[in-house]
């Protein structure tokens, strides 16, 4: 029991994706990453109410489409917040490296990249669900 508490926690702590997650800021990563829960809750809905109800199948990947939509703004927001924050350092420092510049952009990117990311697997998700409402 000790031993899988430990790997899921060195997992959960080591992870890429987390890193990733927290170098990104946790505001915008976080808001982009509820709007992605509830876009995979609506499409998951709507899959149910597929055979059952078609009326609500539809109303629940319109409220998909709409969550990573804002998923994605939200991503592009962050970045943009991102760039003028990095841009303010540059500013008050003068002159710095093209690493540290790199490093800035980097990190502005990453919550674009999750917005992104969110749109194309909700988007996806929606394709196939109206492939398999066609049929």
Do not use: H, Q, W
């Not at 350092?89 to 919550?111: N, Q, R």
């Amino acid at each position: 029991m000790k031993i899988s508490m430990y790997l899921l926690s060195t997992f959960l702590v080591s992870n890429v994706f987390v890193d990733r997650f927290m170098e990104g800021g946790p505001l915008f990563m976080s808001l982009i990453l509820i709007c992605f829960l509830l876009a995979v809750f609506f499409i998951i809905k709507a899959f149910v109410n597929l055979k059952k109800d078609e009326s609500k199948s539809i109303k629940m990947t319109s409220l998909a489409s709409e969550a990573s939509l804002l998923g994605l703004v939200f991503g592009f927001l962050g970045s943009i917040i991102g760039l003028i924050t990095a841009f303010d350092a540059i500013e008050s420092m003068g002159s710095i490296s093209s690493g540290m510049l790199a490093a800035g952009l980097k990190v502005s990117f990453l919550t674009t990249v999750f917005g992104t990311v969110t749109f194309i697997l909700i988007r996806i998700g929606i394709i196939v669900l109206k492939s398999l409402r066609a049929k």
